[in-house]
């Protein structure tokens, strides 16, 4: 029955001359978006809106799935779409229409006609009463209301008609790409791909880094921090992952620190590869599913210590998260499932029993120069020799 | 450069099985219930199958039954015992170095209302008789004792077991896992008094997904699930006749020499042993010393050997080792998915560090002593270095 999608987007609507930016992000995202699915599709923007036409076939479970995915859409309305047609005819197909969307016609309703083409016969509010009339005649259990109806029927004269009452949610955000671009601190626990996840909404494109330690972990995490990606992937488009072998850098840190400190001095390395990373291939910022008191690591203290080495702005968007709602978010983008997979990954194999969790600035500075004879050349080394799999959905 | 050390998770599958299952699926593809000629055709397979399958065990064609493999076949010995004898008792003796094909299964036994005993094991992972003759009780209607441990490699007394249960009983039914002791052992049911014994196609260079299960004609059992009517309405669905010709095939050729491949893997073994024993750090569980000091390898199977390297996780050797070519397992192929230290170990005292760090290298018939000796060179190269890290 439905033919169309009208696409709904609400925050970039407000961005002033800019706006034109943000509609093509949108339609471009849209595109990549329906390329993906069986059939062929074709976008018209009008002002304030987007229409998505099938042309023949489509599978439609497939393309509301797919449209769901795209960072930007406030919403989607499956819409009937005609050639104009006389009143008559027009009643006629809506109430065809409205019995099969509501079998249940115990509801309250009005009707929103919209006459665009003025050759229309009747005007809006002709439109509105007449409809009405028709779809009350034709099923008496019906009953109007004007300022709080269960159902809304849309009614669009345009150069075809366009019928439509149900909305279903989209991601909301921006369309991605119209924010810079970030570079993502991947593991393969269950913050950080909602990290990334969260901040590809807010329209940044994602690449991220992931740190590999063999033999301390093993071919499966890896894959697993693949899987990771090609799952988050699905809504921010491909993702450059850059694999970097960690193992030589941590065991170094291992001989040379004291071990209460290995983390915290692990996770400064991290970040120093993720940042000359991030400014080789023209991020602005890093992106980490830290969050405050999480682990040792994470405490106020330790955040402070790690985020010292960074010149680029960290992006922490579930700093103030409980793990809870970490744990929803991860099952609503479909990567908890992978998540939970228990394969070790490097920040946990040397762990100290009793690790620091208020570490001070200055002394661990003092024991980092423990590392000069050498650490240079292995974080050279390791961005080197890193591995870089572009990640797509597929 | 590959060396697969791991035959005990699963083993390369013979150039002549491979040959004879892809004949089947693309020529002979009949279904052995059809009455036309394919049918025919395809049945002459199954029963050539059954035909060197009860050659090779000296028993009857007509108690060979195919299951899609080893955990099936364990199934449905020890359920369908169970249910069929129910009325003579509820009492089920096992040990606690099984699979988990038998672990997992009585567990589901005793939910269902039976009572189950498990043998304990020495510290060679071996039970003892005498433990076996105070468990057993009027209410006993099944044993099942496996023949080699999957995990260590320790051989269990089939033949003084199954003496021991028929002159208490010669109701008790006694099955026997014998997934990793087939084609590494000589194993005769009927001199062993038992009833049932579970073989898998994988383990002895056949296809993935085909099993067998001896049943003593005289056994009282029912099927687990129903359809068809195949194999005795016993075990229904259509054979799988590719699967069934290739571990037919199977059979036959790891039982054809398998005096001569025993003693090479035991030399072997004991070589690989003496040698591993020498290296810092590397501990051997599971085999005993011969009065001069010298490891017996002839109380053990053949072809599996399990160390423990001292203050190494064996997931980090593991893949240390595969970095060289070199792939062996972590405690139990099976049971590694989930974070459970080894059964087998815990239950023959082993302490935490060395059920941590404990590998297991399964040989078979392609394993060549060159192979051996790079192991070992890349034992003595990695140990010292991956030793210095540990976790404090």
Redesign the interface.
């Known amino acids: 029955m439905f033919s169309s999608f009208l696409i709904k987007y609400a925050e970039i609507g407000i961005k002033g001359k800019n706006r034109y930016l943000f509609e093509d992000a949108l339609v471009r995202q849209i595109k990549y978006a329906t390329k993906k699915c069986s059939g062929e599709f074709t976008l018209s923007k009008t002002p304030g809106r987007i229409f998505v036409d099938a042309d023949g076939d489509f599978d439609y479970d497939e393309i509301i799935e797919k449209l769901s995915h795209v960072f930007g859409i406030w919403g989607i309305c499956p819409v009937v779409r005609l050639d104009v047609i006389e009143p008559e005819a027009l009643y006629k197909e809506i109430i065809t229409f409205f019995d099969k969307v509501y079998p249940d016609k115990n509801k309250t309703f009005k009707v929103a006609a919209r006459r665009a083409n003025k050759s229309y016969p009747l005007d809006s509010m002709e439109l509105n009463k007449k409809i009405g009339e028709e779809l009350l005649n034709a099923f008496p259990e019906l009953k109007v209301d004007i300022h709080d109806p269960e159902i809304t029927l849309t009614v669009e004269i345009r150069d075809r008609i366009y019928i439509y009452s149900e909305i279903i949610p989209g991601p909301g955000g921006m369309p991605v790409g119209t924010n810079g671009k970030g570079m993502l601190l991947l593991s393969g626990g269950i913050d950080s791909p909602v990290a990334g996840w969260m901040v590809a909404k807010r329209g940044l494109k994602i690449d991220a880094v992931y740190f590999h330690a063999p033999p301390y972990t093993s071919e499966r995490a890896k894959q697993k921090v693949v899987d990771l990606a090609k799952k988050v992937s699905a809504y921010t488009g491909p993702i450059y992952l850059h694999v970097i072998n960690f193992t030589d850098i941590q065991l170094y840190i291992y001989e040379k620190c004291p071990h209460d400190e290995l983390t915290i001095i692990m996770r400064r390395y991290m970040m120093r590869i993720a940042e000359e990373i991030a400014k080789e291939t023209e991020c602005q910022c890093l992106i980490t599913g830290e969050s405050i008191g999480q682990v040792a690591s994470q405490t106020t203290q330790s955040l402070a210590v790690t985020n010292e080495v960074c010149e680029l702005p960290v992006f922490r968007p579930l700093i103030a998260f409980d793990k809870e709602d970490i744990v929803t978010i991860s099952k609503k983008i479909d990567t908890y499932e992978t998540s939970i997979l228990p394969f070790e990954d490097c920040c946990t194999i040397f762990v100290a029993k009793h690790p620091v969790t208020k570490p001070n600035l200055g002394i661990i500075k003092k024991h980092e120069t423990n590392l000069e004879e050498k650490i240079d050349e292995m974080v050279k080394t390791a961005l080197d020799t890193r591995e870089t799999i572009i990640v797509t959905e597929e | 450069m590959e060396i697969y050390l791991d035959n005990s998770a699963t083993t390369k599958v013979y150039p002549e099985v491979a040959e004879l299952v892809t004949k089947i699926m693309l020529e002979d593809y009949g279904n052995p219930s059809s009455v036309h000629m394919k049918g025919v055709e395809a049945e002459k397979y199954v029963t050539a199958a059954t035909k060197s399958i009860a050659n090779a065990l000296k028993v009857q064609e007509k108690e060979i039954f195919y299951t899609s493999g080893g955990t099936e076949s364990d199934n449905l010995a020890l359920i369908g015992c169970a249910l069929a004898n129910k009325r003579a008792g509820n009492h089920i003796i096992t040990t606690k170095i099984e699979h988990p094909a038998i672990l997992n299964t009585v567990k589901f036994l005793e939910s269902e209302g039976f009572e189950i005993d498990y043998l304990g094991v020495d510290e060679y992972g071996v039970i003892s008789i005498d433990e076996l003759k105070s468990l057993l009780k009027p209410e006993t209607i099944l044993v099942s004792i496996m023949h080699t441990n999957n995990e260590v490699g320790s051989v269990q007394p089939i033949k003084e077991a199954g003496d021991v249960i028929k002159a208490f009983n010669p109701n008790i039914l006694f099955h026997v896992d014998a997934v990793q002791g087939f084609g590494k052992a000589e194993i005769f049911p009927k001199k062993m008094n038992v009833d049932l014994l579970s073989i898998s196609g994988h383990k002895i260079h056949g296809p993935k997904g085909i099993g067998i299960l001896y049943i003593n004609e005289k056994v009282k059992i029912k099927p687990i699930s129903y359809g068809g009517g195949q194999q005795k309405g016993l075990r229904n669905g259509t054979l799988n006749v590719p699967g069934i010709a290739g571990i037919g095939l199977a059979v036959s050729m790891i039982t054809r020499d398998l005096k001569a491949e025993r003693e090479r893997l035991y030399e072997l073994k004991k070589y690989f042993l003496t040698e591993a024993a020498k290296i810092d750090k590397i501990v051997i569980n599971g085999c005993p010393r011969d009065e001069a000091g010298g490891f017996d390898v002839e109380k053990t199977a053949p072809h599996i050997m399990n160390i423990s390297v001292m203050g190494v996780r064996s997931?980090?050797?593991?893949?240390?080792l595969?970095?060289k070519g070199i792939f062996v397992s972590a405690g139990s192929a099976c049971a590694s998915?989930s974070?459970k230290e080894s059964s087998t170990l815990k239950s023959m005292g082993a302490d935490a560090e060395r059920m941590d760090g404990a590998l297991r290298i399964s040989m078979s018939g392609f394993t060549a002593k060159e192979e051996i000796d790079t192991l070992l060179d890349a034992l003595r190269e990695l140990i010292p270095f991956y030793a210095?890290?540990i976790?404090?």
């Open positions: 997931e980090v050797m593991l893949h240390a595969e970095d998915h974070k210095r890290f976790r404090k």
